[in-house]
């Protein structure tokens, strides 16, 4: 009995032992930064390595660059998820306080969320202040506050429009140039026999329609890094009313889709034919070639956004991104050194437009006679850089976020989907977002001023 | 207990006390390994949620919890929001759980009386959509359901009518029903056809020699004979339905408008914790609805005690 009981002892201790074992293999993940796995190899196993989160398309290739470059810093890069895949996995990591890496990339519009979460360094403490004139000064707009940086531009997203010429040539169509032309051109494409939609508003577009709006002088947030608790909403002026009205007008006479975006079904209408445009950023090129079932007799062409007044044309912005360093880097000197290294030589940049289809923010790659004059042979050799999107980068602003970005995306989508659905009118969808945004803010303790 | 019992019986020259304490002793060592797992994973977490969900901080008050008490809970029970929700879930439950139930028995049912392969065959087939993982299978429906790329225009062209949207606001409460009962009809259907093998075949040659028909047999013998395990799975399909959200918030993705981000309790939750960094809140509403299933079996449970044979 006694043996059979040391037995069992021993069994049970032996489970235990597995079990404990277990359990460490568990926790072994939430390591410090330092332990992390890279997917990248590391050239330099005795340089300091930082962390680094970023989902750009073949970004293997410009860490490369950067580790082969570098001697005394490495990169050790991770794909963490796209966009909002990310976001989770950094709220958490923040709730937490601990799990983020040195660098993330965040896109612009998301900076306010986290600069007031505390999450980010302030740059300028390492230098970057004075890299400001070798960015454009929208996209520093959008990383700064007063004297802080709280991040350091990569990529932008400058608006055009990309149109279907053959369908414009096959109906006898004029291509718009201003926003009532676009509505005529709409009418009498469907007039001429064109089945499809001149375009889509997708009711789930969020930054998309935000830049629609914002083309008509559109403010919806105040929002200043040194007061965090004051935060002023206008979502429902005047400007965005005239915007989603015209918008609203178009899918009532049934002219325009309302098909949410980045679904297949809407990839598979943008280059099948369904729609004559695709309004798009300047990153828009390289998402249409990457999609399948394309229309083979497409002839893809670029021109401006058309305007609404020709006389004072307002160029807008839809996307890109940053790479910030998170305050819980132990070695934010490193980490904003490699914020600011990755993508400032020609030889990144060459990848990254290559390989990833980026719109640089980095002037002198975006000023280059290379880039300048690239020639797009999706667009039949037109240079879409030049005659386009160069003129709306260059006269992009910047654009307040407020700190809740998600949630007043969510609140949008949700109102512009009910005024589609449920016919109801453009002020009404805009107030619905309005009064959610300033109950939200308030309950989050904000002082809201409207 | 039991060791110390069979100590006892075994007549062992030493005190019984000593040799029961030892011999329990080992058995917290034989407990231990899940006991760990169990208080790590579930316990903890479950206690640091509930501490979140009685202090809060603000997005604006960044970095300090504050207590409140009950505040959050107050304000998840009066959050239309979360009421919506649950109203939502309840609603799926009305629909949902009797149309699976009804489709598993009578599956169960035709399959019990039929003895040849094609029973064997049909048995597999319906079980296999179990076997899918629910993500995979929500994303296999997002595809059928899609207008463009899915087969119901195809359908519906042959006999000269247009398909309805199945992903429209009116349309999402039929098509997420539908993607569930084929998910889990099978799994039901697998336990109930257990049962019903395990009912001793004596009792229907006494039924038939009663002058019992086949219906007859099927409801007032087979169902009765097999009511715990009925219940069982309501108690699964209950819970399972009060938490709803791997299927919407998969199709979410081809469904913005229509699968808000709050359309379900637990979607509300994940949302205000990942999306919206309210951890606090987000704790709330994982416990209140948590509260809610709890209350929500223990009341069906309760009500259904003769059948599970529970009283």
């Known amino acids: ?450 | 207990m039991s060791g110390s019992k069979s100590a006892v019986r075994a007549g062992t020259a030493q005190p019984t006390s000593k040799i029961a304490s030892r011999r329990q002793r080992w058995g917290y060592v034989y407990v231990a390994p899940f006991a760990v797992v169990f208080a790590v994973f579930l316990v903890l977490p479950l206690g640091y949620a509930l501490w979140m969900s009685l202090h809060n901080k603000g997005i604006a008050t960044a970095g300090r919890n504050v207590f409140v008490g009950a505040d959050n809970y107050v304000k998840a029970f009066t959050d239309p929001v979360f009421l919506e929700g649950l109203w939502r879930v309840v609603r799926f439950v009305l629909v949902m759980v009797p149309v699976q139930i009804v489709v598993a028995l009578v599956a169960a049912l035709l399959l019990d009386t039929l003895a040849t392969r094609l029973s064997r065959v049909s048995r597999l087939l319906i079980f296999v959509p179990y076997a899918i993982p629910a993500v995979i299978g929500a994303l296999m429906w997002g595809f059928l359901y899609s207008p463009r790329f899915g087969p119901a225009q195809d359908v519906f062209g042959l006999v000269g009518l247009t398909a309805p949207n199945f992903l429209s606001s009116a349309n999402i409460f039929g098509s997420l029903v539908n993607i569930v009962t084929w998910q889990w009809v099978g799994y039901y259907m697998i336990i109930i056809y257990a049962a019903l093998r395990s009912i001793d075949p004596s009792i229907y040659e006494a039924a038939v020699l009663d002058g019992a028909g086949r219906r007859q047999i099927a409801l007032r013998i087979k169902v009765p004979m097999i009511s715990s395990s009925m219940v069982m799975i309501v108690v699964f399909a209950l819970i399972g339905t009060l938490q709803f959200f791997t299927e919407p918030q998969v199709l979410r993705s081809s469904a913005q408008g229509a699968i808000p981000s709050d359309y379900t309790p637990n979607m509300y939750a994940f949302a205000t914790a990942f999306n919206y960094s309210q951890f606090n809140y987000a704790s709330t509403l994982a416990f209140a609805l948590g509260f809610l299933v709890f209350v929500g079996s223990y009341v069906f449970l309760f009500l259904t005690r003769k059948q599970s044979g529970l009283k």
Not at chain 1, 48 to 73: G, I, K, M, R
Not at chain 1, 408 to 429: I, P
């Open chain 1, 1 to 450: 009995m006694r043996t059979s009981a040391r037995r069992r002892g021993v069994a049970a201790a032996a489970a235990m032992a597995v079990s404990a074992v277990g359990l460490a293999a568990c926790s072994g993940g939430s390591g410090g930064a330092a332990e992390a796995t890279c997917t990248n190899e590391i050239k330099q196993p005795d340089a300091t390595q930082v962390t680094v989160w970023a989902w750009y398309p073949s970004f293997e290739t410009v860490v490369d660059h950067f580790n082969e470059t570098h001697t005394d810093l490495q990169v050790c890069w991770t794909n963490a998820g796209q966009g909002a895949d990310e976001y989770n996995k950094f709220q958490t990591a923040i709730e937490a306080g601990t799990g983020a890496p040195d660098v993330i990339m965040l896109e612009a519009e998301v900076l306010p969320t986290f600069t007031i979460l505390e999450s980010l360094v302030d740059l300028s403490e390492y230098g970057a202040a004075e890299l400001e004139d070798d960015y454009t000064a929208g996209s520093w707009s959008d990383v700064s506050n007063g004297d802080a940086v709280y991040a350091i531009p990569v990529d932008g997203g400058p608006m055009g429009m990309l149109y279907r010429a053959d369908i414009f040539e096959e109906y006898d169509v004029e291509v718009p140039t201003t926003w009532d032309e676009f509505a005529k051109a709409a009418q009498d494409l469907r007039d001429a026999g064109f089945e499809g939609h001149i375009t889509d508003f997708p009711t789930n577009g969020a930054a998309f329609n935000y830049a629609l709006f914002a083309q008509n002088g559109w403010e919806p947030f105040q929002y200043d890094a040194e007061q965090p608790t004051e935060v002023g909403i206008n979502v429902d002026s005047p400007e965005a009313e005239e915007v989603l009205s015209y918008w609203k007008g178009l899918i009532d006479d049934d002219l325009v889709a309302t098909e949410d975006a980045f679904t297949t079904d809407y990839n598979a209408a943008l280059v099948d034919g369904t729609y004559a445009v695709y309004l798009a950023a300047a990153w828009g090129p390289g998402y249409l070639q990457g999609l399948s079932e394309a229309d083979a007799d497409a002839e893809w062409r670029a021109a401006p956004l058309p305007q609404w007044d020709p006389e004072n044309p307002v160029q807008v912005n839809w996307g890109g991104s940053t790479f910030a360093v998170t305050t819980q880097s132990e070695q934010p000197e490193a980490a904003a050194t490699v914020a600011k290294e990755l993508f400032n030589t020609d030889e990144a940049w060459k990848l990254g437009v290559e390989e990833a289809a980026l719109w640089p923010q980095w002037k002198p790659m975006l000023e280059s006679d290379w880039f300048t004059g690239l020639e797009a042979p999706f667009f039949g050799g037109q240079k879409i850089n030049e005659e386009v999107f160069l003129d709306a980068a260059n006269g992009y602003e910047g654009f307040s976020f407020s700190p809740f970005q998600v949630y007043a995306y969510d609140q949008q989508t949700q109102a512009l989907f009910d005024m589609v659905e449920n016919d109801t009118d453009a002020g009404t969808a805009l107030s619905t977002v309005q009064d959610g945004l300033v109950r939200y803010a308030t309950e989050q303790g904000f002082t809201v001023t409207e």
